[in-house]
């Protein structure tokens, strides 16, 4: 009903940068919040920003100042620009989307299948 479609991840050194975007298309009636999460080996899934259509955007403390949520209503699609990446950045990162569709009025979760980053020298 809905799919989320992430691009960007990769390999990258220690203080680089990265810029995902994730596109979300389907029989979508309204997206109420996008956003991503990432998952390290061994560790549970972390929220790492989310953005509402609305603008209000949430980053974790960890990412605060260095990475950056934007949303680009009109395309559905979500950026998670990255800057000054650590080591400790690396994993796998989750395209997230809370969406009601044509079929179902009641939103919810949808995830994408994941980009890697991998933050190494």
């Known amino acids: 009903q809905v799919q989320l479609v992430e691009s960007g991840g990769g390999l990258v050194q220690p203080g680089g940068s990265l810029r995902l975007s994730c596109a979300a298309s389907g029989s979508i009636s309204s997206i109420y919040a996008m956003g991503w999460y990432r998952q390290a080996p061994g560790k549970q899934r972390e929220l790492v920003a989310t953005a509402t259509s609305g603008g209000t955007t949430n980053l974790a403390d960890s990412v605060k100042g260095r990475f950056t949520i934007s949303r680009d209503n009109a395309r559905r699609t979500v950026y998670l620009q990255m800057n000054s990446l650590t080591p400790e950045d690396t994993a796998v990162y989750y395209c997230?989307?809370?969406?009601?569709?044509?079929?179902?009025?009641?939103?919810?979760?949808?995830w994408g299948q994941g980009t890697q980053v991998t933050v190494s020298s």
């Open positions: 997230n989307a809370y969406a009601a569709t044509v079929w179902a009025a009641s939103p919810y979760d949808y």
